[in-house]
């Protein structure tokens, strides 16, 4: 055991991750490296040596979550080292110290590889950031959290810098991964057993835009073809770079899962248009068109801010008038955050508490409605699941479909991990409810 004081090796580390799926992917990096250093996970966080907060601030909320969290564990596990690192610290730096004295580490991505030597200097306080190269990020050991599923950034960072958004600012500018490296490592997981690889980035419809004669849509099919590979989802599509030649490939392409997350933000085109979107209404609902054409029955998923400045009751309207015209299977919905240094944040109009919580709890009852009777017109199918974790009541896990949908099916039945064949038999809240009729592969090495 070292604490902070002493300095030295730790022996036991355990990681707080906020915010999306690019946030736990980089965790389980952190987690390699940890652990290639001969660090555990230490059985809760008040036994760790050293306590990381992988930090997300997309929206105030997460934000403010996070920081709380820091500063109750900075009073609390006094002889542990507290580290900081994720968006709040490529954002903040070395001024996350001066805001809470407890924190002893705050480190970039640049720094990941570093991160067993920094926690081993680190007998005081430390800001280590480095310039953003991921690149370098992504060959470094990662502690996989699913035998049989993985997330695979293809870019990192964001071009499009949406008025309200936050990410270009802690993400930086758009990069994409070489080509062969990311289909190499899809090849590599599919050789230990991973079924299901997940394409992950900010945009990833723009993927290869700046590397020669790459595009998403052939990134795609490449990756779909390593042998052993049965499901690859993507996300985040944004509409206006979502090619007809990425849906034909969706289209054509039995390993791709016919799912589609394209947030749209808004069905005002002002607000579109104020947010920067660079697309309007009518594109949006063209697009969902093409590719229900081409895939009758792809599920359909998005994310919508209600409350961007100078929303009117029109715009709001039109919001929800295009969620009922498109029907969304699943959409995430967040009432605006004003994020400082953004574009939106300059913004005048705010609109009022008060009003944000009445369309936000519209919107939520209007697509409470739809992702029920999403939900319902699976009941009586078969599906294919993959089982992903136990549900929270222990009795039930977890099944995704094609479609990313949930599906509840009795823990007996349907091992950890393991891809099934099951019958669904009823749909209520967010979740179906299945049950097994085959175990097409249990979790493990690949031999079709
Ligand atoms: N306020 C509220 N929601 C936001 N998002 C991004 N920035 C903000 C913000 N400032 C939402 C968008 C995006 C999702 C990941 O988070 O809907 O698609
Ligand atoms: Fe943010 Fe817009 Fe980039 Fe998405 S596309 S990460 S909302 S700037």
């Not at 997460?62 to 609390?76: L, M």
């Not at 990192?156 to 990311?182: A, M, Q, T």
Request: overall charge negative; proline content about 3%.
């Amino acid at each position: 055991m070292t604490g902070h004081a002493s300095g030295g090796r730790p022996t036991s580390y355990f990681i707080r991750t906020f915010g999306c799926q690019m946030n736990m992917h980089d965790t389980e990096h952190l987690e390699g490296v940890l652990e290639d250093s001969g660090c555990i996970l230490a059985v809760d966080i008040t036994q760790a040596d050293v306590v990381i907060f992988n930090t997300c601030m997309v929206r105030k909320s997460a934000e403010d979550k996070a920081w709380g969290q820091i500063r109750a564990t900075a009073s609390r596990n006094q002889s542990a080292v507290i580290a900081v690192c994720g968006c709040m610290a490529e954002r903040y730096g070395v001024e996350i110290m001066s805001r809470c004295p407890g924190v002893n580490l705050v480190f970039g991505l640049d720094s990941f590889d570093r991160l067993a030597d920094l926690l081993e200097r680190c007998d005081g306080r430390l800001c280590d950031l480095g310039s953003i190269d991921d690149a370098s990020i992504d060959r470094l050991p990662s502690k996989r959290s699913s035998p049989s599923a993985a997330w695979i950034p293809v870019s990192h960072g964001c071009d499009r810098f949406c008025s309200y958004c936050i990410v270009p600012l802690v993400r930086g500018r758009e990069r994409s991964r070489p080509f062969d490296e990311i289909t190499e490592e899809v090849r590599r997981l599919a050789d230990d057993g991973v079924l299901e690889v997940t394409l992950l980035g900010q945009n990833v419809n723009s993927y290869g835009r700046e590397l020669d004669g790459a595009s998403f849509a052939g990134l795609l099919e490449a990756v779909a073809n390593q042998p052993g590979i049965r499901r690859v989802k993507f996300e985040t599509s944004h509409p206006g770079d979502l090619s007809d030649s990425i849906l034909r490939v969706m289209s054509e392409t039995a390993e791709v899962c016919e799912y589609l997350h394209i947030p749209v933000q808004s069905g005002s085109n002002s607000i579109l248009e104020a947010m920067g979107r660079g697309y309007d209404r009518d594109y949006y609902l063209q697009r969902v068109e093409r590719a229900r054409e081409l895939m009758p029955g792809v599920v359909v998923s998005t994310d919508i801010m209600v409350g961007f400045p100078g929303e009117t009751d029109d715009d709001f309207e039109n919001t929800m008038d295009l969620v009922r015209a498109v029907g969304f299977d699943a959409a995430f919905m967040f009432i605006y955050s004003r994020r400082e240094g953004t574009a939106a944040a300059a913004m005048e109009n705010e609109v009022s508490q008060s009003v944000l919580k009445e369309r936000f709890e519209a919107l939520s009852r209007l697509q409470s409605r739809l992702t029920g009777s999403s939900l319902s017109n699976l009941v009586g199918s078969t599906v294919e699941l993959l089982v992903e974790c136990e549900a929270r009541s222990g009795e039930y896990v977890v099944g995704r479909t094609r479609g990313n949908q949930v599906v509840l099916l009795p823990a007996e039945d349907a091992p950890l991990h393991s891809l099934v064949e099951a019958s669904v038999t009823s749909a209520g809240g967010h979740a179906a409810r299945g049950r097994v009729d085959k175990v097409i592969r249990e979790p493990g090495r690949s031999t079709w």
